[in-house]
C-alpha cells in the first residue's frame, strides 16, 4: 500500500521509553526525531532518516507527524533540529506550536 506521493505504508510512534518518534516503513525504523520534555514544551535537538530512505519526503512525513502529535496533546516545541526549523518556516500552519 502507498501513500498519495506514492511512498509505503508507514507509521510515525512514540517510543517515550526512548525519548523519540520513530517513523516505521515495513516493520523498520526508517528515521527517529528525538526528543526532551520539559513540561508543556518540547526541544526536539535531532532528526534523522537512514541514509538510503533519504530524498523521498520521510523526513517531512517524520516532522509533521511529531508536530501533529505535540498538538494534539497541547504541547509546544522548540525546533534545535535545523531540518524541524526548516519545516517550520516552510510550513507556517505550525509557526504557532514554537515556544
Given amino acids: 500500500m502507498t501513500d498519495a506521493a506514492g511512498r509505503a505504508a508507514h507509521e510515525v510512534r512514540d517510543n517515550a521509553e526512548a525519548c523519540r518518534y520513530e517513523l ?11 526528543y526532551r520534555r520539559r513540561g508543556d514544551v518540547v ?3 535531532h532528526t534523522e532518516i537512514e541514509p538510503g530512505d533519504r530524498g523521498q519526503g520521510w523526513g ?24 524541524v526549523a526548516d519545516f517550520v518556516g ?9 515556544a
Fill in 24 to 34: 516505521v516503513v515495513a516493520d523498520r525504523v526508517i528515521g527517529i526525531a528525538d
Fill in 43 to 45: 526541544v526536539l535537538p
Fill in 60 to 83: 517531512d512525513v517524520l516532522v509533521r507527524a511529531v508536530l501533529d502529535d505535540l498538538r494534539r496533546q497541547g504541547l509546544q516545541a522548540v525546533p534545535q533540529c535545523w531540518f
Fill in 90 to 98: 516552510l510550513h507556517p500552519e505550525y509557526r504557532d506550536l514554537v
